[in-house]
T-cell receptor, first 115, second 117 residues
Framework: DAKTTQPPSMDCAEGRAANLPCNHSTISGNEYVYWYRQIHSQGPQYIIHGLKNNETNEMASLIITEDRKSSTLILPHATLRDTAVYYCIVRFHRNSGGSNYKLTFGKGTLLTVNP | GAGVSQSPSNKVTEKGKDVELRCDPISGHTALYWYRQSLGQGLEFLIYFQGNSAPDKSGLPSDRFSAERTGGSVSTLTIQRTQQEDSAVYLC???????????????FGEGSWLTVV
């Protein structure tokens, strides 16, 4: 799976948009970008995923650059409960075998939402 | 149930004892994963089950670790002769089908916190 690079930590004011960047310059054409988050003492929680088009759901928006070498997760109105470690993961999507079913977690970005 | 269920939620055991951790995946999910997370560390893949296929055990750290999945549903992770370095939260996850094929997501349980004293 392609390696991702994220800043180790970020701060955001409550009510403001949180923009979390991720670089994945070695991503290949059949790899998806996934975002998960882990709130302290809980299991990871799926947020959103995409291939090349921007995606939006009730939790967040995912903006993927045209060359797919980077992406940004946007939490439009961050709350204190959004304080968590956010993981950006890229993973193969293909119809053959291999170990492409795993999610390989890096160190992520610790987002702290301040009052 | 609505989500992935794990038990026990907390376990304290003496060094050298065996422990069993249980995972109930989401109903209908054919793929099941075990991960481990030590204090302050990232998630470490342990093992993966998919239907009746041979599991991927490549992440198991030693032969003291083993896992079974009976009837394609419930899974048990067993740690024999526990050591202090085994102290971690053990996370189970499940997916509707081979997530790589369809981009489906993987859903995690709350974890079993193991402390070896």
């Amino acid at each position: 799976d392609a390696k991702t690079t994220q800043p180790p930590s970020m701060d955001c004011a409550e009510g403001r948009a949180a923009n979390l960047p991720c670089n994945h310059s070695t991503i290949s054409g059949n790899e998806y970008v996934y975002w998960y988050r882990q709130i302290h003492s809980q299991g990871p929680q799926y947020i959103i995923h995409g291939l090349k088009n921007n995606e939006t759901n009730e939790m967040a928006s995912l903006i993927i650059t045209e060359d797919r070498k980077s992406s940004t997760l946007i939490l439009p109105h961050a709350t204190l409960r959004d304080t968590a470690v956010y993981y950006c993961i890229v993973r193969f999507h293909r119809n053959s075998g291999g170990s492409n079913y795993k999610l390989t977690f890096g160190k992520g970005t610790l987002l702290t939402v301040n009052p | 149930g609505a989500g992935v269920s794990q038990s026990p939620s907390n376990k304290v055991t003496e060094k050298g004892k065996d422990v069993e951790l249980r995972c109930d995946p989401i109903s209908g999910h054919t793929a099941l994963y075990w991960y481990r997370q030590s204090l302050g560390q990232g998630l470490e893949f342990l093992i993966y089950f998919q239907g009746n296929s041979a599991p991927d055990k490549s992440g198991l750290p030693s032969d003291r670790f083993s896992a079974e999945r009976t009837g394609g549903s419930v899974s048990t992770l067993t740690i024999q002769r526990t050591q202090q370095e085994d102290s971690a939260v053990y996370l189970c996850a499940s997916s509707p089908r081979l997530a790589a094929f369809s981009g489906n997501t993987i859903y995690f349980g709350e974890g079993s916190w193991l402390t070896v004293v």
